[in-house]
């Protein structure tokens, strides 16, 4: 069964063509952690990239690449969101499934913009910063 | 994200809890989002802009 049903496909698309900017999206595979009882019926990694090569084929500024244990990513399956190549730290670890599918949609389009959609407020206590800041938000898919 | 787009000094990462049980377990995930700033739980949920940036460029964190 494909990801995106056509309305969905036809909705995403029309979204993605606000992308300014090539966003390269890296599908990083390895030894997985065994998830919560009732979830193994999944092929987490498979499934992953599937979402992703599908998602890439809805914009020509949108490409694939699919790596084994590359540096800088901590567990598997992930995706990294990478504007016009360039690894900035942006991880989805897991598999994007649900909501979590949106908010990948949504990471590729920040990265595809060619200036900030933060404030400018915002931009300048980002670059004032004097120490590194690692994020991480956990979620669910519902 | 957008902090991590705007700085290199931030990254950023989602992280699918029910994937990683033993990771979401010691940041104490009992909802989402929940937010964990250089691997130390802080708060559930959305918050607008400004506040995110107070909370997480706050002095300590670094």
């Given at each position: 069964?494909?990801?995106?049903?056509?309305?969905?496909?036809?909705?995403?698309?029309?979204?993605?063509?606000?992308?300014?900017?090539?966003?390269?999206?890296?599908?990083?595979?390895?030894?997985?952690?065994?998830?919560?009882?009732?979830?193994?019926?999944?092929?987490?990694?498979?499934?992953?990239?599937?979402?992703?090569?599908?998602?890439?084929?809805?914009?020509?500024?949108?490409?694939?690449?699919?790596?084994?244990?590359?540096?800088?990513?901590?567990?598997?399956?992930?995706?990294?969101?990478?504007?016009?190549?360039?690894?900035?730290?942006?991880?989805?670890?897991?598999?994007?499934?649900?909501?979590?599918?949106?908010?990948?949609?949504?990471?590729?389009?920040?990265?595809?913009?060619?200036?900030?959609?933060?404030?400018?407020?915002?931009?300048?206590?980002?670059?004032?910063?004097?120490?590194?800041?690692?994020?991480?938000?956990?979620?669910?898919?519902? | 994200?957008?902090?991590?787009?705007?700085?290199?000094?931030?990254?950023?990462?989602?992280?699918?809890?029910?994937?990683?049980?033993?990771?979401?377990?010691?940041?104490?995930?009992?909802a989402v989002p929940r937010i964990v700033v250089n691997g130390v739980p802080q708060w559930d949920g959305s918050v607008p802009e400004r506040v995110f940036l107070d909370r997480v460029l706050a002095p300590g964190f670094g």
């Amino acid at each position: 069964m494909p990801i995106f049903r056509p309305e969905d496909e036809t909705r995403v698309r029309e979204l993605l063509a606000a992308m300014e900017r090539p966003v390269e999206l890296v599908v990083a595979h390895g030894p997985e952690e065994t998830p919560l009882p009732g979830a193994r019926d999944v092929d987490f990694a498979a499934e992953t990239e599937r979402v992703v090569r599908e998602l890439c084929e809805l914009s020509p500024l949108l490409s694939l690449r699919v790596e084994q244990q590359p540096d800088g990513y901590e567990r598997y399956p992930a995706v990294g969101v990478l504007p016009e190549g360039r690894d900035e730290g942006i991880r989805y670890y897991g598999l994007p499934y649900g909501y979590e599918l949106g908010s990948l949609i949504g990471a590729a389009l920040e990265a595809g913009r060619s200036s900030s959609s933060l404030s400018a407020e915002s931009l300048a206590r980002l670059e004032a910063l004097d120490h590194d800041v690692a994020i991480d938000v956990f979620v669910t898919p519902t | 994200m957008k902090c991590a787009l705007a700085s290199p000094r931030v990254r950023a990462a989602g992280i699918e809890a029910t994937e990683f049980p033993t990771l979401a377990d010691a940041m104490e995930v009992y909802a989402v989002p929940r937010i964990v700033v250089n691997g130390v739980p802080q708060w559930d949920g959305s918050v607008p802009e400004r506040v995110f940036l107070d909370r997480v460029l706050a002095p300590g964190f670094g």
